[in-house]
């Protein structure tokens, strides 16, 4: 993972500069993570993640020497995490038994089988090839969107596409309205805040820990409340640059009214198209058996 948003970090930042190239990473990106989310869900996390990173970075052109540096940090802030997260492996290993170092597991076993699985994936299935489309298109038009006005923070647009989309249209309409629902209530908040609490930079720091924590703590539980604890993280994040609380929380709702409502309408367009493929052929199937 480490290894994989840098390099999108690298090239997304790279190719700033020019939309053309901006808009092919995305549909690279939008494949990648077609092709790794039919491998596994971890494979997918990966996929997406990367694909975050390209997004991020190809909002901000600022020429190789700061394409290098973000690249530099990326890399060392993964390599910080696995080394913590190697030594509490082996602070707490006693407590819990003797169990195989997660380093020595990731490389002896869990990377040939991801490997083994992603060739004999390489020809997408059905389900990953629409899926694929669908991504290319809510993040290709986003995208074109967002650097065609100059909208601000655009790059929240497609990154919003990219996570509310999912394979399924049940789950892309349930993320899509949760995340909406969330990041009004957070930017509602975040203003609330922004007009009647003294922000201080402690009490901006505190504010940060606070939503950062909250935003781990339900990535898995509630989405809207996720979502809602995400848009005040940001916006508190956002303070400490000197911008305005209040400019963020509206920015950060724009898109993502617009990068949700892109997802939902490719989405909704491509289940419309699908559906009388499935009848005719339902139809032929049934067809076929009385026969």
Known sequence: LTFGIALATLVGSIGAESTGLVVLLVVLAAINYALLSDVSPTAGWIGQQC?????????????????VGRTSMVLVGGILQMLVFTAFHFIYQPKFGAVA?????????????????FRQELHLSHDATSYALRLIMTLVLSTVIYRHFHVRNGYWSPMTGLLVLKPKWSNTLSRGIARFIGTLLGAGIGVVIALYVPLSMPVVLLLVIVFAWSSFSLQ????????LCLTLYIVSLFRFG?????????????????????ALLVDGTGKLIARPRTVRHSGSINGSSKD
């Open 51 to 67: 694909a975050v990173f390209v997004i991020v970075a190809s909002f901000f052109p600022d020429g190789l020497h700061y394409a």
């Open 101 to 117: 170092s997660p380093i020595n597991t990731c490389l002896r076993g869990r990377i040939p089988q991801l490997l083994a699985r």
């Open 242 to 262: 000197g911008f305005s609380q209040a400019d963020a929380a509206h920015i950060r709702l724009f898109n993502t009214a617009l990068g949700g409502s892109i």
């Open 220 to 227: 898995a539980v509630n989405y809207a409340a996720f979502s």
